[in-house]
């Protein structure tokens, strides 16, 4: 009988002959549990033994993976007491001696007789050819029963399994018990069809299990991975197309009325003219809450693309059809900011107003925050449920507040990479379940949003507004260039303008982060900032302190702010023309794009100073990409590139930490297919009551959440 993935997950490990309750134990430290994780446990690389580099032939200095098995080997201290084994290896032609430091236990594991993997740096040593400490992949113990010549069983394509340092489970063991649980599931079912299969010029699922594992040529391996990664996205978009059409068919929304005065007067009173990006944004999202299913669409835009009015206009259609409209933001200085700027906005727009004849008012909007006072709050409360508020802007408290609404019809999610997808979530199904629209600045490449959020629709702002100057970025390393930046910044103060300083970022601990900061603070103000107007802003401060220096670097009390990171977040002073990031290289991409976003504001020059000595080729790229643009889309796929998926998104970000041969930007091809084929697949069987065996796969990949889905 064909084995199903469900099937194999239901099997124990120790179920295979050859586990033992020691290696047993090992494997559960490895995460493997079951036959299904044994099976996706892929090799993390192949050998070629053909392709072998041969003892004889390497160049000293030069780093190779030699092929061989060992002839000797003995284990003894030195006289410093450290662990020292040598081993003398032979790769049919030549011998070559190896020596470890500190790893006792390799005697025991390269037995004469056993056939290995060795990667490392060929030095010499006393006239003999040799490595240290080089990476092994034990791949024939020495007492296999199946020993026999040098390579005699063991095919000529030889998979290297990840390896465990501490759970010490060898390349062989893995292969023994993954070629036993190969042979005993013969074959496998597959829930993909021919046809799909052929479209996409896929092997089998049979086929790619044993290819993966037992490859004899690298096509087939090659075959056999392309073949898994698509059925992990495959999953994936399955999941995630079917939650986003259950959310549209099970929930109603409000048809919002979005023709009307008050959207065509706040557009007609902006003083500039939309961009076409945030025109036809406007288009999808109205259309959307026209529609009679709750909207959930995500607005992409970088800093600066003008995301803000679009939102507007969104909130200002609910209200012109007699609903109420909630925007969150991460922080409560993020809800400030935009409850500033919403209000110069929608000055002077009125609404129709049921109590008075004449019938206008104006739009109110209020501001709700965990700074508000109970007693206001409460106020707050009373005039939301009786329809008097129009519009509230405030922090998660409107989340988890389950505030009284009258009528809740739209609410925007300004996530800036802090906003959870479970308290998306949990927003959905509050009150009569409003049209949501998720204003992301973090610019994701199209396919890792597929992923991320890939149950939203999505509108993207690429086009900045008319006359941005792009912010002239450098890498000051060295106290020259260092101390030019400083000059930059006292000459742009000398000018009337304003600047910042970031200081270095340390992680896990947001004492010691403002510790730092303090100090950098007194010493700048002693020292490059001498006779300037400095501030100090970072995230341990008292709310009370924090909003006064804000608001004195606002009103330009403050020639300079010295601040963590907390600016990278909403602050928005367009007077502000210089940004100084001290130890630069610590920060990742995005987060100093959104740092820089901080600068420029007002459509004249900007600099942006990243102080650093990058210390790691990772650390130079990043400078490297900040430097060459300043375009926020090209350096997140220039992040994904130098950190990848799991990094960007983090290990809890739903979908990356399921990928477990997938790589992104690598598959952005597969991710486009897969989303294509997980469509066709549920427009003709929505319920997925024709493929049982999909419909599992995708149920234990995203666990009860989504058992709901395809129960009709
Ligand atoms: P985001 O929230 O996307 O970072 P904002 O909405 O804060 O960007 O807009 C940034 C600045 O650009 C604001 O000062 C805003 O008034 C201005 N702006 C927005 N749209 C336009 C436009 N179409 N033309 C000119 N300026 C614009
Ligand atoms: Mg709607």
């Not at 909207?295 to 939102?311: F, I, N, Y």
Request: hydrophobic residues 40%; aromatic residues 6%.
């Amino acid at each position: 009988m064909a084995r199903t993935l469900r099937f194999l997950a239901g099997i124990p490990v120790s179920e295979l002959r050859g586990c033992g309750t020691k290696l047993e134990g090992r494997l559960h430290e490895m995460g493997i549990l079951t036959v299904l994780d044994l099976l996706e446990h892929y090799p993390r690389r192949y050998l070629d033994r053909r392709k072998r580099a041969l003892i004889a032939e390497l160049a000293l200095g030069e780093e190779a993976t030699v092929i061989a098995e060992v002839t000797k080997v003995s284990g003894r201290r030195t006289r410093n007491r450290r662990a020292l084994v040598e081993a003398t290896v032979y790769d049919g032609a030549s011998y070559l001696d190896v020596t470890f430091f500190n790893q006792a236990w390799r005697e025991r594991q390269l037995q004469p007789g056993t056939e290995a993997a060795f990667f490392g740096k060929l030095d010499s040593y006393r006239g003999r050819r040799r490595m240290t400490n080089p990476v092994v992949d034990v791949f024939r113990r020495a007492d296999d029963d199946d020993a026999g010549q040098l390579g005699a069983k063991t095919g000529v394509i030889v998979p290297v399994y990840p390896q465990s340092p501490k759970a010490q489970v060898d390349t062989w063991q893995i292969q023994r018990l993954v070629n036993e649980a190969l042979e005993r599931a013969k074959e496998f079912a597959d829930p993909v069809t021919e046809p799909v299969l052929d479209a996409h010029d896929l092997v089998g699922r049979t086929g790619a299990y044993f290819g993966i594992h037992r490859p004899e040529t690298d096509d087939e391996w090659k075959g056999a991975t392309r073949r898994l990664v698509f059925d992990e996205f495959l999953r994936m978009q399955l999941g995630l197309v079917a939650r986003k059409r259950a959310l549209e068919r099970d929930r109603l929304g409000i048809r919002h009325v979005v023709e009307g005065a008050l959207v065509d007067n706040f557009h007609a009173r902006l003083p500039f003219d939309l961009t076409g990006d945030q025109r036809s944004a406007i288009g999808e999202i109205l259309a959307d809450m026209a529609g009679p299913a709750p909207t959930h669409r995500l607005l992409q835009g970088d800093v600066g693309s003008g995301k803000t009015v679009v939102a507007v206009t969104a909130l200002l259609a609910a209200v012109q059809g007699g609903h109420q409209g909630a925007l969150m933001a991460p922080t409560a200085v993020l809800a400030e900011q935009h409850f500033l700027s919403i209000s110069r906005m929608i000055d002077g727009l009125t609404v129709a107003s049921e109590g008075t004849l004449m019938g206008d008012r104006p739009v109110r909007l209020e501001l709700l925050t965990n700074r508000t006072t109970t007693t206001r709050r409460r106020q707050l409360e009373a005039e939301l449920a009786q329809g008097l508020v129009d519009l509230v802007v405030g922090t998660h408290a409107l989340l988890y507040g389950e505030l009284p609404f009258a009528s809740l019809g739209a609410v925007v999610v300004d996530e800036q990479h802090r906003f959870g997808v479970e308290q998306r979530a949990l927003l959905r199904g509050r009150g009569e379940e409003p049209d949501v629209l998720v204003m992301t600045a973090t610019p994701i490449p199209r396919t890792a949003a597929m992923l991320v959020y890939g149950d939203l629709d999505r509108s993207e702002l690429r086009e900045m507004p008319p006359g941005r100057i792009p912010i002239h970025t450098e890498l000051a390393s060295g106290d020259r260039s260092r101390s030019a930046a400083y000059d930059r910044l006292r000459h742009e103060v000398g000018e009337g303008r304003q600047g910042y300083v970031v200081c270095p970022l340390v992680e896990g601990s947001d004492k010691l982060e403002a510790k730092a900061a303090t100090e950098e603070y007194e010493r700048l103000s002693g020292a490059e900032l001498a006779d300037l107007r400095v501030g100090l802003l970072h995230g341990q401060m008292p709310a009370r302190d924090k909003e006064a220096v804000m608001d004195a670097f606002r009103s330009g009390e403050l020639d300079v702010l010295v601040a963590t990171t907390v600016i990278e977040v909403g602050v928005d002073v367009p007077n502000a023309t210089v940004m100084i990031v001290e130890d630069a290289d610590r920060f990742g991409l995005a987060q100093l794009h959104q740092l820089r976003g901080r600068v420029g504001r007002g459509g004249g020059a900007a600099w942006c100073y990243l102080v650093a000595e990058p210390g790691t080729p990772e650390a130079e790229a990043r400078m490297t990409a900040m430097v060459d643009s300043t375009d926020g889309f090209l350096l997140a796929e220039r992040d994904l590139e130098i950190r990848g998926a799991g990094e960007v998104f983090g290990e809890r970000q739903s979908g990356f930490s399921d990928l477990k041969l997938g790589r992104l930007p690598r598959d952005e091809p597969v991710v486009l297919e897969t989303r294509a084929e997980a469509e066709a697949i549920l427009d003709a069987d929505p319920h997925l009551s024709h493929h049982r065996q999909l419909a599992e796969e995708v149920e234990d990949l995203l666990g009860d959440a989504v058992e709901f889905l395809f129960k009709s």
